[in-house]
C-alpha cells in the first residue's frame, strides 16, 4: 500500500487510516505467512472466519489441530509485542531520502513519554548506503547529561520511577543533578526554550558524540552532526491553554503522519563541524566530552545534504518498532572517536538488541542493509575460497593515542553553561530558564536538595540562582 497515492479524501490521516485500509485493500485476506486455503497459495477460498474456531463435532466438542489459521493465531498472539526500548521508548517514524547538496570529499572517503513533556527526546537515522548501514543516533540536544559511563545506570534510574510509589520522584532525579556537577550544561539547556518544540517536524537533531571522518588520502578531522529542521520555528507554550499534552497524548507523533500523509514533508539539513587533529590537541576542553559543545565560531557549520521525510510506515510493527539501531554502524569513512559515552553505547546497544528483537535481528527486513547479504558459499570469514584484504586501521591507534578522552580532577563543568545562559538566552530566555527550574525544584520536598540546586546554578550566575530561590520562597 503505497501512502503517496491515498484514493479518498481524508482529513485526519490517522484517524481514518481504517477507512483508507478498507478502500485500498480490495483483495480477500490471507494468513500472515500469505497462505489463503489448507497450505495451497493457488486456492482459490480465502481464509475462514477469524470469528469462531471450528470444533470436532458439536459445538462443545474440542479443537482440531489440523485448524491452522486459528491456531496459528493463538500461538502468535502472547509473543506478538516484543519489550520496550530501555530509553526513549516512545515515539514515531517515516522513511525519506537523503540528498548530498554539498562536497566534503577532502574530510570523508565518498566512495560515491508524553510528546509534550520537557526532556531531551532521542533520534536516530537509518541510512541504506551503498558500502552498508551507517545509524547516526543522536537527541535533540547537542549535549548529554554525563561524560562518565559509570554514571549511565544512576542516571537512567534517576529518570525512572519511585521503586516504591511507582511515581515520579523530583528528589530522586534532583538528587542526581546537584551530585554530579556535570550535568549542569544539560540541566540548563533542557530547561530553555532551545528545547520546547512544538513536534518532531520542529526539532533539531545532534549526533552529539565527536565522529572521526577519513578521507581517501587517509587523512582524517574530527566532526560533529548537526540537523536543522527546515520548517517555521514552532515552540509549545506550557501556559497556554490548547497545550497538545491536553488535546492529544501522542501530539507529535500524529502532526508527523498527518504532515507526511498530506504531502507536506519535513526535511533537515545535514551539517558538520570540523576539528584538525592539531586543533583537538590545543583545544581548552575535552573535545571527546558529550557535556561540551564546539563553538560555532571557531569551528563553523558546514553544509552537507538534506534530508526528507517522504512516506509513512504502512505497519508500524515491522518497520518502526522492530527497527535496531546501534552506533557501532558506520559505513567506511566515518569512525568512532575517544568518547568513553560513545564506546560504552556501542557495547550496550550491540548487546541489548538481540535481547528485545532476538539474535536474527539483522536479518529482518527493516534492519538489513541495501547490500547483497552473504546467502552462498562459505559463511565464515577468513576461508580459503573467498578473501578480502584486511583494512586494520593504524591510524584508528595512532590517533587515540595523541588525542586522549582522560577526564582530568579539575574538569570544568561549568564555563559552557556559563556562556550559555549569559551570551547566548536573550532576557526572555533567562526567565523561561528560570521559571521552568523553579517549576521542577517546585517537587522537591527536600529542602536540603533544593538548596544543593541553587548553590550549583551560582555557579553559572548568582542573581540567577537568587531568582529561582524567590520563586521557591527559600
Not at 115 to 122: F, I, K, M, Q
Not at 284 to 292: A, G, H, Q, S
Not at 384 to 411: D, G
Request: charged share 20%; glycine share 4%.
Amino acid at each position: 500500500m503505497n501512502t503517496h497515492n491515498i484514493p479518498v479524501q481524508v482529513s485526519n490521516p490517522p484517524n481514518d487510516q481504517v477507512r483508507v485500509f478498507k478502500v485500498m485493500t480490495e483483495s480477500e485476506l490471507s494468513a500472515t505467512n500469505g497462505v489463503r486455503h489448507n497450505g495451497d497459495r493457488r486456492g482459490s477460498q480465502p481464509v475462514v472466519d477469524r470469528r469462531g474456531s471450528l470444533p470436532v463435532s458439536d459445538r462443545r466438542g474440542s479443537l482440531p489441530v489440523i485448524q491452522f489459521p486459528f491456531a496459528a493465531d493463538v500461538q502468535r498472539s502472547k509473543p506478538a509485542r516484543i519489550p520496550g526500548r530501555i530509553v526513549h521508548t516512545r515515539g514515531a517514524g517515516a522513511f525519506g531520502v537523503f540528498e548530498a547538496t554539498d562536497d566534503i570529499s577532502d574530510v570523508s572517503d565518498g566512495a560515491g513519554p508524553v510528546d509534550t513533556l520537557r526532556e531531551s527526546r532521542g533520534f536516530a537515522i537509518k541510512m541504506y548506503t551503498d558500502e552498508g548501514i551507517w545509524d547516526l543516533v543522536g537527541s535533540s540536544l547537542p549535549v548529554f547529561p554525563i561524560k562518565d559511563p559509570a554514571l549511565f545506570p544512576p542516571f537512567s534510574q534517576s529518570l525512572n520511577r519511585n521503586p516504591q510509589t511507582r511515581l515520579k520522584d523530583a528528589n530522586i532525579f534532583w538528587n542526581f543533578l546537584t551530585s554530579n556537577p556535570q550535568t549542569i550544561h544539560h540541566t540548563i539547556l533542557v530547561n530553555s526554550d532551545r528545547d520546547a518544540p512544538e513536534s518532531f517536524r520542529f526539532m533539531d537533531c545532534y549526533g552529539a558524540h565527536t565522529f572521526k571522518m577519513i578521507n581517501q588520502r587517509n587523512e582524517f578531522v574530527w566532526v560533529k552532526f548537526h540537523l536543522r529542521y527546515d520548517q517555521d520555528i514552532k515552540t509549545f507554550d506550557p501556559e497556554a491553554a490548547n497545550v497538545p499534552t491536553v488535546e492529544q497524548f501522542n501530539h507529535a507523533a500524529a502532526d508527523l503522519f498527518n504532515a507526511i500523509a498530506m504531502k507536506n514533508f519535513p526535511s533537515w539539513t545535514l551539517y558538520i563541524q570540523i576539528m584538525t587533529e592539531e586543533q583537538a590537541r590545543r583545544c581548552p576542553f575535552n573535545p571527546f566530552d558529550l557535556t561540551k559543545v564546539f563553538s560555532q565560531k571557531e569551528y563553523p557549520l558546514h553544509k552537507v545534504g538534506k534530508i526528507t521525510l517522504n512516506e509513512n510506515p504502512i505497519d508500524y510493527f515491522s518497520q518502526i518498532e522492530q527497527v535496531a539501531f546501534t552506533p557501532a554502524h558506520m559505513p567506511p569513512g566515518i569512525e568512532a572517536s575517544p568518547d568513553r559515552i560513545f564506546q560504552m553505547r556501542i557495547s550496550f546497544y550491540n548487546e541489548q538488541q538481540p535481547k528485545r528483537l532476538g539474535p536474527n535481528n539483522l536479518l529482518l527486513p527493516i534492519n538489513n542493509p541495501a547490500t547483497n547479504p552473504i546467502f552462498f558459499g562459505i559463511p565464515h570469514q577468513p576461508n580459503a575460497f573467498m578473501q578480502t584484504p584486511a583494512t586494520s586501521s593504524s591510524l584508528v591507534r595512532r590517533s587515540i593515542s595523541n588525542v586522549t578522552s582522560n577526564t582530568l580532577l579539575n574538569v570544568d563543568d561549568f564555563t559552557q553553561a556559563r556562556d550559555f545562559y549569559k551570551n547566548v538566552l536573550d532576557s526572555h530566555g533567562r526567565s523561561i530558564l528560570t521559571k521552568n527550574i523553579a517549576d521542577s525544584l517546585a517537587r522537591c520536598t527536600d529542602r536540603n536538595l533544593v538548596g544543593r540546586a541553587l548553590f550549583m546554578m551560582s555557579t553559572i550566575d548568582d542573581t540567577f540562582a537568587r531568582r529561582i530561590g524567590k520563586k521557591l520562597n527559600f
